[in-house]
């Protein structure tokens, strides 16, 4: 089994700074691509950022300069740091990793169960 647990989403004011932590943990061998997607009321979930295990980052074009994300393979863990945070960035945020639990199975996708940023002031 394979849990997916995120935190550090709260109420922060326009110009502020959040943390986003996330953790996988259970019987995973292998942790390729992690990422955070997010979903505001009446949209559709988009993706914010993204670290296969090489390293490398993606951001969506709203979030670029302002959000970093990083990963510690060590803990099968990703974080978003959030910086000069806008009304737009309010939604709820989603952890999803690429995972693997036997060499002998597929890679999957899991996700966490989301957990709310709100900017306002």
């Known amino acids: 089994q394979v849990q997916v647990v995120e935190s550090g989403g709260g109420l922060v004011q326009p110009g502020g700074s959040l943390r986003l932590s996330c953790v996988a943990s259970?019987?995973?061998?292998?942790?390729?691509?992690m990422a955070w997607y997010r979903q505001a009321p009446g949209k559709q979930r988009e993706l914010v950022a993204s670290?296969?295990?090489?390293?490398?980052?993606n951001y969506a074009d709203a979030v670029k300069g302002r959000f970093t994300i990083s990963r510690d393979n060590a803990k099968n863990a990703v974080y978003l740091q959030m910086n000069s945070l806008k009304p737009e960035d309010t939604a709820v945020y989603y952890c999803?990793?690429?995972?693997?639990?036997?060499?002998?199975?597929?890679?999957?996708?899991?996700w966490g169960q989301g957990t709310q940023v709100t900017v306002s002031s």
């Open positions: 259970g019987s995973i061998i292998m942790t390729y691509q």
């Open positions: 670290i296969p295990e090489d390293g490398s980052t």
């Open positions: 999803n990793a690429e995972i693997r639990t036997r060499w002998t199975t597929p890679r999957r996708e899991v």
